[in-house]
């Protein structure tokens, strides 16, 4: 039954989850990464992780990730740190964006963290390899 649960939710969870980072790069987010936790404990399928270059950008990428999501009809569960702009999370259940000022990113550093998961760096369909 538990990989009924996994396959079902990964087409949705991971269509979230792309759509998330496409919407972060629209407004020029860098370093875009989907891990995918669905074989963790951690509780959610996948965190999308990216930086914007300052303060007022972070909180710009976060801020376009949920009206865009709103707008579609999916609301934001639990945002934390929009205020400080260093580290802003929205939590969707399903996926979590994690939005970093690069020194901050840098210091968690989630990827190295979860450096044992599946990690799919996204890019700007408009940008070349």
Do not use: N
């Amino acid at each position: 039954m538990h990989e009924d649960r996994t396959t079902h939710a990964k087409g949705e969870s991971y269509a979230a989850a792309r759509a998330m980072a496409e919407i972060a790069l629209s407004k020029k987010a860098e370093d875009v990464r989907i891990l995918d936790l669905r074989e963790t404990s951690v509780g959610t399928d996948y965190f999308v992780i990216c930086s914007g270059t300052s303060e007022t950008q972070v909180r710009a990428i976060a801020d376009e990730v949920q009206q865009v999501r709103k707008k579609a009809g999916h609301r934001v569960w639990r945002v934390e740190g929009h205020r400080g702009g260093r580290w802003v999370l929205l939590d969707y259940v399903d996926v979590v964006v994690h939005v970093f000022h690069p020194e901050t990113r840098g210091y968690f550093s989630l990827e190295t963290l979860w450096g044992d998961v599946s990690s799919e760096r996204i890019e700007d369909e408009g940008t070349s390899p």
